[in-house]
């Protein structure tokens, strides 16, 4: 990896961590979650610069939460990174599909990313919080399969709307970047 990656990757990764010491919203419906923007940096990375720096800027923050953010499970940040990764997937799958062609409507690509990002997210972990939140901690809390029932729906709709602002926001504010940075040079 390049130096210039590397400096990139920090100061995203630099980012995301001290936003995640800042704004936290919890879910009404789900006290324990937070509604946070800490992930649009790493996002924005991604549009800016590609899956390498994304990559690097997703591996600090991930330590970062291990170390600070752990959440009501000490597997918090595990879940995270199925959410994002399974975010990504859906995302990665537009930018691939559209690869070869040409989409110059910004407002098409945010909505494409948001669909296919907010659904992959959205499904991933559903089926991930059916499966694990029966199980006894650091796996899950021991949840009947009742309340898991009662339960799936409200995590199904904080990680929909999650991902439902997090991704045109981060587009937006690449595509923003890329101006600006192409004015300058």
Same mark, same amino acid.
């Given at each position: 990896m390049k130096t210039r990656d590397v400096a990139l990757g920090v100061v995203f990764a630099a980012l995301a961590i001290a936003l995640n010491f800042s704004i936290r919203i919890p879910d009404p419906f789900a006290s324990f979650l937070y509604y946070q923007i800490w992930e649009i940096p790493i996002l924005t990375a991604f549009f800016l610069f590609g899956v390498k720096i994304m990559s690097l800027v997703t591996c600090v923050n991930l330590v970062a939460l291990f170390?600070?953010?752990? $959440?009501s499970s000490i597997l918090g940040p595990v879940y995270w990174l199925i959410a994002w990764l399974s975010m990504m997937a859906g995302i990665g799958l537009i930018k691939i599909l559209l690869n070869r062609r040409s989409v110059?409507?910004?407002?098409?690509?945010?909505?494409?990313?948001?669909?296919f990002g907010v659904a992959f997210r959205t499904v991933a972990m559903v089926l991930v919080n059916y499966s694990v939140?029966?199980? /006894?901690?650091?796996? $899950?809390? $021991?949840?009947?399969?009742?309340?898991? #029932? $009662?339960?799936?729906?409200?995590?199904?709709?904080?990680?929909?709307? #999650?991902?439902?602002?997090?991704? /045109?926001?981060?587009?937006?504010?690449?595509?923003? #970047?890329?101006?600006?940075?192409?004015?300058?040079?």
């Open positions: 170390i600070f953010f752990q $959440g110059k409507n910004a407002a098409i690509m945010a909505a494409l990313y948001t669909a939140l029966r199980y /006894p901690p650091p796996v $899950g809390f $021991g949840y009947s399969e009742q309340a898991i #029932l $009662g339960l799936v729906p409200v995590l199904a709709f904080f990680n929909a709307t #999650l991902a439902l602002y997090t991704i /045109p926001i981060s587009y937006s504010i690449s595509k923003t #970047l890329a101006r600006t940075v192409n004015t300058l040079r």
